[in-house]
């Protein structure tokens, strides 16, 4: 299994984890890749906390939605409504995102067999698909379970799983497993 470290901001703070403390944490479990997510702090809070995170992981670190700290971190993760605002035509807005990013690591969610097949058109590194299974922290009305694997193997894409994945969890045609609280 390769873990792919959900950093949410919010639920650190919730439960009064430092980021020190997270960074531990994901080195213990040998985290291949970072998201940090962070939708209540203000822009240079989140700056500071990735660049934090760069100068303490030998891992990429991956900024969710947020384009203008891409020069940051490694990378981004979109979701299918973040596209939307750049361009309906997905394909044009990941063209002028490529063209902001360069070669940084770009991911994009997907929720279902459609969504996967646009993607495998577009120039992405890999998709966050999901959700697997209910979870606490994010509400969610699309529910894989066993569609996952099958989804996952008509990526062209690495695909990361996401929505309450355990670490015990083994997902067929799935490159990286996503946890965030899970960890916690």
């Given at each position: ?26 080195t213990?479990?040998?985290?291949k890749?970072?998201q940090y997510?962070?939708?209540?702090s203000p822009?240079d ?19 969710n ?10 990378g ?23 063209k902001?990013?360069g ?5 994009l ?7 996967i ?15 697997y ?8 009305t ?7 694997p ?12 996401i ?6 969890d ?15």
């Amino acid at each position: 299994m390769r873990l792919y470290a959900l950093c949410d901001y919010e639920t650190l703070t919730k439960r009064d984890i430092s980021l020190s403390k997270f960074i531990d944490i994901i080195t213990l479990h040998q985290a291949k890749i970072l998201q940090y997510r962070n939708k209540t702090s203000p822009i240079d809070i989140q700056k500071q906390n990735l660049i934090f995170l760069k100068q303490n992981l030998d891992i990429p670190v991956i900024i969710n939605d947020n384009l203008e700290l891409a020069e940051f971190c490694d990378g981004v993760h979109l979701g299918q409504e973040d596209l939307d605002k750049i361009n309906k035509n997905h394909d044009l807005a990941i063209k002028l995102i490529r063209k902001k990013i360069g070669s940084k690591i770009l991911g994009l969610s997907t929720h279902n067999e459609i969504e996967i097949l646009e993607a495998n058109k577009l120039n992405l590194d890999y998709i966050g698909l999901g959700a697997y299974r209910g979870t606490s922290t994010k509400d969610v009305t699309n529910i894989l379970g066993d569609k996952l694997p099958y989804l996952a193997k008509i990526s062209k894409h690495k695909v990361a799983a996401i929505g309450g994945i355990k670490l015990d969890d083994n997902i067929s045609n799935v490159y990286y497993h996503v946890i965030g609280s899970g960890l916690l």
